[in-house]
């Protein structure tokens, strides 16, 4: 089976967050089972979880690298774990 793994994020809300996470977990061999998010209006806060496994020997490390420059440039807070 392939390692499972779940990515939780917090950055200013902005049109195409969604999208724009779900690309990099496609360009690096992701495989998304679940995902939620929310837009705390108050805060102007954009709020995702996301559950994705890496078949085929797609690599966690090289996913966590591609991530931190796309994660940098759109200001979040996240984590990886698995």
Sequence with gaps: P???YVL???CPDRPGLVAGVAQMLA????NILDSQQFNDTESQRFF?????????GADRA???TAFAGYAAAN?????LRS
Excluded: D, I, K, Q
């Design 48 to 56: 995702m979880r996301v559950a994705f496994e890496l078949p085929g």
């Design 8 to 10: 939780t994020l917090v």
């Design 75 to 79: 200001h979040m807070e996240w984590t």
């Design 62 to 64: 090289r996913f966590e």
């Design 27 to 30: 360009l690096n061999g992701g």
């Design 2 to 4: 392939a390692p499972h």
